[in-house]
């Protein structure tokens, strides 16, 4: 209680531009921290999503169309890009069977629908453009998170600078070089720069913590594409 009347009257005795700092660094700290919450969570259910959808595609990959359809049917459950991937592909196959796909081996008892190579570089551009739109949205706001860890150490200066040119000034206008002269300006100068710091380290960690694991999650659907990618190729392209 002590330490909340000592903010609380730090505040209320500041100078005007100290409380517009102080103001401005009580929302990024806010906005940061609930930009951190929601992508941590988002990341979570991301990584339980991939570990069930990984499971259930090595036992059901040779029959992708049939595994959509499960996919489809229990969708969440499988909350990752993996998923989103996954499926956009497989309806892009749909429609190039349908639009162009030829049966192979007519006449012979083993026709099977067959896409060209052409189709398939179709269906790999549909999968490219679905991994980027997730993580397009995966990365929203993360901006602000870097925008915070630029701005509020200047902001946190600009207290800093201002406070002790408040100390010299009522120095100067006591005329005396007493702690009662200096000591609010030089109180508000430190609490400024740690207010900065205070607000830009978590938005630090936590950017550079969410960022990796973006990147992983990255490279995990990079490479669940050219796997699923070559599935198709021998599976459905006609030689």
């Known amino acids: 209680m002590g330490d909340y009347h000592f903010w609380l009257d730090h505040f209320l005795r500041a100078s005007l531009l100290a409380k517009i700092i102080y103001l401005i660094l009580a929302i990024l700290s806010v906005s940061a921290w609930a930009i951190i919450i929601r992508k941590l969570r988002l990341l979570r259910r991301c990584r339980i999503g991939s570990l069930a959808f990984t499971d259930i595609y090595h036992k059901g990959r040779r029959n992708p169309l049939a595994l959509q359809r499960h996919i489809l049917a229990n969708r969440e459950n499988f909350f990752t890009p993996l998923a989103d991937v996954f499926l956009k592909g497989c309806e892009e196959l749909r429609n190039q069977l349908e639009r162009g796909g030829k049966p192979a081996g007519a006449g012979t008892g083993e026709e099977s629908h067959k896409i060209t190579t052409h189709q398939l570089g179709i269906i790999t551009k549909h999968l490219e453009a679905a991994e980027d739109k997730y993580f397009l949205d995966l990365e929203h706001l993360l901006i602000h998170l870097a925008t915070?860890?630029?701005?509020?150490?200047?902001?946190?200066?600009?207290?800093?600078?201002?406070?002790?040119?408040?100390?010299?000034?009522?120095?100067?206008?006591?005329?005396?070089?007493?702690?009662?002269?200096?000591?609010?300006?030089?109180?508000?100068?430190?609490?400024?720069?740690?207010?900065?710091?205070?607000?830009?380290?978590?938005?630090l960690l936590g950017y550079n913590y969410i960022g990796s694991r973006i990147r992983e999650l990255a490279g995990d659907t990079t490479h669940f594409s050219t796997d699923f990618l070559a599935l198709l190729e021998k599976e459905y392209v006609q030689e």
């Open 148 to 203: 915070t860890i630029s701005v509020a150490p200047f902001l946190g200066l600009l207290g800093t600078v201002w406070g002790i040119l408040v100390a010299f000034q009522e120095m100067g206008r006591q005329a005396s070089t007493g702690m009662t002269a200096f000591g609010p300006g030089i109180s508000e100068a430190l609490v400024s720069t740690v207010s900065g710091l205070l607000v830009a380290i978590p938005a």
